[in-house]
């Protein structure tokens, strides 16, 4: 039995259709519905139960014998969000608890972390564990926090030789896209967010720059297409000898211009792009540079080839936003 926190969300859900892909059938959800369209994200998946997150370790002890692995994606992962103890018991304890709740009943566990712990990217991008690079990292926001505080936690225990899950894994995903975002609304990828606008000839909006160094559109991200992220989660899955905290990226950094072409070349359309101020609020904490080093990947193993962000693009515009059914 493989358990998904978060199942029904973005990556949980595009998970649990590989998986089963894979063969496997026995698939837990645990996460909350709403009144929204949120369940259509598994209406075509073949599950054991989805559970609703205040019975967690009560269906975890009830069926531990039968748990193999917890994929463990569910968080608030808005990064407005302000509350900062909600923030706290969702994110930080709540993946603590299971962390222990797994090395008690051996199972599996792989959870999210984010590159929103790298903060304003001055410190880099690489995913080391070592206690000492850890520290360098000062996140913007307070879901960054959540997870650097995850990712440090683990590191110490680890470092410590105090005892872990059978398998272990941290992922650092860095910008995500792809089918199955619909019900997330302003924290959707930009594509979901041009797409709309493309589609009936308008212009998308992208956010001016505001210093000297990158042009309007011109500020870099990590966008990384969702089936490569899965991948690498299934990777692991087949792979139990293999523990750490990995990046999860595309590797290159492109541009929210080359992003906002993809999408009107994926339609058949010339690019259409206006300029608009950055908010104030959120202007002194706006990353201009995200880019995943692979290196710890790679050395693990995993070899396989990233989508080129014009093919990925492509993809999602056309199997899926312009489909009439656009679910995994």
């Not at 500020?219 to 690498?232: N, P, T």
């Not at 750490?244 to 999408?263: C, I, Q, W």
């Amino acid at each position: 039995m493989i358990v998904v926190t978060g199942g029904a969300g973005f990556i949980g859900s595009n998970l649990l259709a590989a998986l089963e892909a894979k063969g496997h059938h026995d698939l837990v959800v645990i996460d909350r519905l709403g009144s929204d369209d949120k369940w259509r994200n598994i209406a075509k998946r073949e599950l054991v139960a989805v559970i609703p997150p205040e019975e967690t370790f009560a269906y975890l002890d009830d069926h531990a014998a039968e748990i193999d692995a917890i994929f463990h994606l569910g968080a608030i992962s808005a990064t407005t969000e302000t509350d900062a103890d909600l923030i706290n018991d969702s994110n930080f304890r709540l993946t603590m608890k299971l962390w222990d709740w797994c090395t008690w009943r051996g199972a599996r566990f792989i959870y999210a972390s984010s590159a929103a712990t790298y903060g304003d990217g001055s410190a880099g991008f690489e995913d080391s564990s070592a206690i000492e690079d850890l520290a360098k990292f000062q996140p913007l926001n307070a879901y960054g926090w959540s997870k650097h505080a995850t990712d440090r936690r683990i590191a110490r225990m680890v470092s410590r030789g105090e005892p872990t899950p059978p398998q272990w894994a941290g992922l650092k995903f860095f910008n995500v896209y792809g089918p199955n975002e619909y019900h997330k609304g302003g924290q959707k990828s930009v594509v979901g967010h041009i797409f709309p606008r493309a589609a009936k000839g308008e212009a998308a909006k992208l956010f001016r720059s505001h210093r000297p160094d990158y042009e309007d559109g011109g500020q870099l991200r990590d966008f990384v297409w969702v089936g490569d992220v899965v991948d690498v989660m299934i990777w692991l899955l087949e792979r139990p000898d293999v523990s750490g905290l990995f990046n999860v990226g595309s590797g290159g950094a492109r541009s929210f211009k080359d992003l906002a072409s993809a999408v009107y070349a994926a339609l058949g359309k010339a690019p259409d792009i206006e300029y608009i101020d950055t908010p104030v609020e959120i202007r002194d904490k706006y990353q201009y540079f995200t880019q995943a080093s692979l290196d710890r990947l790679r050395a693990a193993g995993y070899d396989r080839q990233t989508t080129p962000l014009e093919a990925g693009v492509a993809r999602y515009v056309q199997e899926y936003l312009a489909a009439e059914d656009p679910y995994l």
